[in-house]
């Protein structure tokens, strides 16, 4: 069992803000807080994703606090998963943070005296404060549907996703309405034999600017939702998806010609309940992830509405427990927002009576 003030688990974008500012408040890596991720290496889930996803072709993303980021030239065609990985990578180096990898965090429960226990797959710690900023790469979401289990082809989730070149000359059907999904269809489009795209909703496209003003706009819908212990949807989902050259390309040529969900999972594709189907070698699940806070669970923080509630970045049924990157923050600003505010609350929290180990 070790002592220590703060514990931050994950080391994301969220992460790595919370432990810069941590920082800049005087608390020492190691001694006064420890920063500990799952992962392999450095660059959260970015380095988890698809090799064609470019850093050209990453939108919003921003700057960790206290360090550009200035890529060097040719930077747009390698894969976004080096790029931002190396920046994590200098950044934690910059500034001295000292990530424990990879340490699974197994359970957060209460401890002695007013302390949390955390426990990791590295021993145990004893901590006044916890930042969770585990993200939602590792509960991507898969939806159930009659007959799922019969399909003679291959499933898989975005988070397996493994570039276009693995479904050259199949049908491909592409199930989900967000960034991902549109992405994903794009490219396989190019060398599959066919593609189907499938979503629950019509998609909404975001014609025009997207200023400051519409920005704070759809936070606070997803913050709305936050703070009213309800299970949090992505940013994206009330932004709609931006109308890019691209997309607008896609549109023309009818590869985003969008059908209504299926109703069952044929062995060979998929069927609808007015007699159409499609038949496909490859249904493709780009119905994004939920966020990853089974760890909490020893400490009761879920909300009868199935989401934690929060007051900032603060859990309200308990104040040492703070989620950045979750909700309203899970976006790169928002979470280098978040991050700052919940070291405030944070420090606030410390500087009261020591509780007692």
């Known amino acids: 069992m070790r002592d220590i003030d703060v514990v931050v688990v994950g080391a994301g974008q ?35 994703r698809w090799p064609s996803l470019t850093y050209g072709k990453v ?13 060097a ?28 990898r990879p340490v699974d965090v197994r359970a957060v429960r209460e401890g002695d005296g007013g ?11 004893s901590a006044r404060g ?25 499933q898989l989730h975005t988070a397996d996703y493994p570039g276009p070149g693995e479904f050259a000359g199949l049908r491909v059907i592409v199930v989900g309405g967000g960034a ?55 940013v994206v989902s009330v932004t709609g998806l931006p109308l890019t050259e691209a997309i607008a390309r896609a549109r023309e040529t009818g590869v985003l010609d969008r059908l209504p969900m299926f109703d069952r999972i044929t062995a060979t594709g998929v069927a609808w309940d007015d007699g159409r189907t499609v038949e496909a070698e490859v249904i493709l699940w780009a119905t994004g992830f939920r966020p990853a ?13 199935g989401g934690i509630r929060l007051e900032g970045t603060r859990a309200v049924r308990d104040e040492r427990v703070h989620l950045v990157g979750y909700g ?10 978040a991050g700052r505010a919940a070291v405030r609350e944070i420090s606030r929290l410390l500087e009261r009576e020591p509780a007692a180990a």
């Open 59 to 71: 939108h919003g993303m921003h700057a960790l606090p206290g360090m550009e980021l200035t890529p």
């Open 130 to 154: 916890l930042i969770s900023a585990t993200g939602t790469w590792d509960r991507p979401f898969w939806p159930r549907y009659p007959g799922q289990e019969t399909f003679r082809g291959r």
């Open 293 to 305: 806070v089974s760890h909490l669970a020893p400490l009761g923080l879920r909300e009868p509405g």
């Open 328 to 337: 309203p923050s899970a976006s790169t600003i928002g979470a280098n927002r």
């Open 73 to 100: 030239e040719g930077a747009e065609a390698r894969p976004s998963s080096e790029v931002i990985g190396e920046y994590f990578a200098a950044y934690e180096r910059r500034f001295g943070l000292r990530v424990h």
């Open 180 to 234: 991902s999904g549109t992405q994903h269809l794009m490219e396989i489009a190019e060398v599959a034999a066919d593609t189907t795209w499938v979503t629950r909703r019509p998609p909404v496209f975001r014609e025009g600017p997207f200023g400051e003003e519409q920005g704070r706009a759809a936070v606070a819908l997803v913050e709305e939702r936050v703070r009213r212990g309800l299970p949090p949807r992505s």
């Open 14 to 48: 969220a992460g790595l803000s919370g432990a810069y500012h941590l920082r800049r408040s005087g608390l020492e890596p190691d001694r006064d807080f420890v920063v500990l991720d799952h992962a392999p290496r450095p660059g959260g889930a970015w380095q988890f």
């Open 115 to 125: 302390r949390l226990l955390v426990e990791t797959s590295e021993g145990s710690w």
